[in-house]
Nanobody, 120 residues
Framework: QVQLVESGGGLVQPGGSLTLSCAASGNIFRIIAMGWYLQAPGKQRELVATINAGGGINYADSVKGRFAISRDNAKNTVSLQMRSLKPEDTAVYYC??????????????WGQGTQVTVSS
């Protein structure tokens, strides 16, 4: 099994910044990609940003230029720096890791979610 531990959510005023972090541990053979998704009340979970093993990055259009994703391959961690936050960024943010547990079997793993609230 793979365990993900998230940290860094909270309440911030519009225009403010937050950094989310996620550490993966457990039965990890090789990580394919790491990323962040959000789920607002009453809506489906959606992509925020992903970064693959080669360093390729994908952002949702709504966060381009404001959010930055990074990873530490040695520590199996992924971070999301969020700047210029807007009330519409309010959601539960989930860390995702896609990883092989052996040479052929891979799966998606999810963190428990961390609340980000942008409000004055």
């Amino acid at each position: 099994q793979v365990q993900l531990v998230e940290s860094g959510g909270g309440l911030v005023q519009p225009g403010g910044s937050l950094t989310l972090s996620c550490a993966a541990s457990g039965n990890i053979f090789r990580i394919i990609a790491m990323g962040w998704y959000l789920q607002a009340p009453g809506k489906q979970r959606e992509l925020v940003a992903t970064i693959n093993a080669g360093g390729g990055i994908n952002y949702a259009d709504s966060v381009k230029g404001r959010f930055a994703i990074s990873r530490d391959n040695a520590k199996n961690t992924v971070s999301l720096q969020m700047r210029s936050l807007k009330p519409e960024d309010t959601a539960v943010y989930y860390c995702n890791v896609r990883a092989y547990s052996d040479y052929k079997n891979w799966d998606d793993y999810w963190g428990q979610g961390t609340q980000v609230t942008v409000s004055s």
